[in-house]
């Protein structure tokens, strides 16, 4: 049987401290995206990082039509 990607990460986490095991669990559990800016890391809701990630998206091929253009 194939190996699923939830598994993989699965087997990164069995070799931590426990105390690792709870704090990367209850980050994955509280819906929350880490988004670094700055050097800072926060916290964001899942939304708000699939909007960032669409604007940028669509920055990225205004760009890409753009040097079309010109």
Known sequence: MPKRESDEVIEK???LPIGVM????ENASS?????EIDG?????????SD???????????GE???KKVD
Do not use: H, Q
């Open 51 to 61: 909007l960032i990630d669409s604007l940028y998206l669509m920055l990225k091929e």
């Open 31 to 35: 819906g929350l995206i880490p988004i």
């Open 22 to 25: 709870e704090k990367v669990l």
């Open 40 to 48: 800072i890391i926060y916290r964001i809701p899942k939304p708000i």
């Open 64 to 66: 890409v039509n753009e």
């Open 13 to 15: 986490l069995m070799n």
